[in-house]
């Protein structure tokens, strides 16, 4: 599972540059991204789902989320 600690890191990297930037660059997103101030739902909607996804991500890496094995 520590395969997992490298994309978490990126995605929570991810949503802090967005929040220290101001500016949310998301999939659909106008040129220049999603402004912090212009449009805060369209903005922090995906920052905090994005944060939670690797927060969740690092749960499952460290062992305290255990996920079903494959059949």
Known sequence: MPLLLLPAFA???W???SVVTGKGYYKGCPPG???R???P???WAPTLIIFALGVF???IALGFV???PRQ
Do not use: P, S
Request: hydrophobic share 50%; glycine share 10%.
């Open 33 to 35: 991204g999603y402004d």
């Open 57 to 59: 991500l690092i749960l």
């Open 37 to 39: 101030t212009e449009d």
């Open 41 to 43: 739902f369209n903005f």
């Open 11 to 13: 995605v929570i990297a």
């Open 66 to 68: 255990h996920l079903h």
């Open 15 to 17: 949503a802090g540059y």
